[in-house]
């Protein structure tokens, strides 16, 4: 079983820069598929970014692609969002997940089976 604490999240300015940060307990955090989501109020929960065990494969949402960066020391059994030039419409609750079942990184919230209880990011003008 694996246990995540997220981290980081708070009041950015847009333009400015945030990173996340996603601690996991267990034995076998390197063996997870591990990605980022968000949620506003009244709407799913959408998929960030996500990363493969080794770190050598990252895929972000077209909306984040190019200002967010995803990463993970698995000696340190973590996981990391670099939030650059954010954007009011990044203003949500995120998420780190991981994924067992699966070696590839998927972009539905229900292939992850651990959660953490998300960290607030709010982005203003």
């Known amino acids: 079983q694996v246990q995540l604490v997220e981290s980081g999240g708070g009041l950015v300015q847009a333009g400015g820069s945030l990173r996340l940060s996603c601690a996991a307990s267990?034995?076998?955090?390197?063996?997870?598929?591990m990605a980022w989501f968000r949620q506003v109020p009244g709407k799913e929960r959408e998929f960030v970014a996500g990363i493969t065990w080794s770190g050598g494969s990252t895929y972000y949402a077209d909306s984040v692609k190019g200002r967010f960066t995803m990463s993970r020391d698995n000696a340190k059994k973590s996981v990391y969002l670099r939030m650059n030039s954010p954007k009011p419409g990044d203003t949500a609750v995120y998420y780190c997940a991981a994924g067992r079942g699966s070696a590839r990184v998927a972009r539905a919230y229900t292939a992850y089976d651990y959660w953490g209880q998300g960290t607030q990011v709010a982005v203003s003008t």
């Open positions: 267990g034995r076998t955090f390197s063996s997870y598929v």
